[in-house]
């Protein structure tokens, strides 16, 4: 059975840095592209980032291109996302999905709060 | 970037009635279309892929149907189970994008 589980989350302040991880299990983890999606409080499912199963390929949403950078460690099962400048409107619940084409199987998400 | 329009917003129904849920795309897809469920505090739950293939565990009330840039998520009978958001998605090219979703509630 696959399992995803996020951590890192939490309350940071605008212009701060926040790092993301999902270990996954259940899976051979290194033969799927991952991707993270987010959802605002109250609001529908924005796409953020993906990444091939080798990790060399790496693709972004306009909205973070430059501020947040996706990576994975195919030795510990493990996804990461490293969120910097964070503003308020990156406020959400980040989930991780294994990406293949379609998400399949999801994390319970990490909330993401940016307030002064 | 591909647009997703998902229509209606909101659905009103009563148990047992038949549901059906547009979803449109800005450029042709072909069949690169999921359906996700999602319940209040939960994760998205995938229930079709390929614009018509059942996930595996779902139930056969659920069918999705169409290709190039018009698709239908459809529930046979609705179940009490089945009140929730609907989210279409397109995973054509990246960047994924979902439809703004349908939320589906009791009348």
């Known amino acids: 059975e696959v399992h995803l589980l996020e951590s890192g989350g939490g309350f940071v302040q605008p212009g701060e840095s926040l790092r993301l991880s999902c270990v996954a299990s259940?899976?051979?983890?290194?033969?799927?592209?991952m991707s993270w999606v987010r959802q605002a409080p109250g609001k529908g499912l924005e796409w953020v980032s993906a990444i091939r199963g080798s990790g060399g390929i790496t693709f972004y949403a306009d909205s973070v291109k430059g501020l947040f950078t996706i990576s994975r460690d195919n030795s510990k099962n493990t996804l990461y996302l490293q969120m910097n400048s964070l503003r308020a409107e990156d406020t959400a619940v980040y989930f991780c999905a294994k990406d293949d084409n379609s998400l399949d199987s999801w994390g319970q998400g990490t909330l993401v709060t940016v307030s002064s | 970037d591909i647009q997703m329009t998902q229509s209606p917003s909101t659905l009103s129904v009563s148990v047992g009635d038949r549901v059906t849920i547009t979803c449109r795309a800005s450029q042709i897809i072909r069949t690169w279309l999921s359906w996700y469920q999602q319940k209040p505090g939960k994760a998205p739950n995938l229930l079709i892929y390929?614009?018509?293939s059942l996930q595996s565990g779902v139930p056969s009330r659920f069918s999705g149907s169409g290709s190039g840039t018009e698709f239908t998520l459809t529930i046979s009978s609705l179940q009490p189970d089945d009140f929730a958001i609907y989210y279409c998605q397109q995973y054509n090219s990246y960047p994924y994008t979902f439809g703004q979703g349908t939320k589906v509630e009791i009348k």
């Open positions: 259940g899976f051979t983890f290194s033969t799927y592209a």
């Open positions: 390929k614009a018509s």
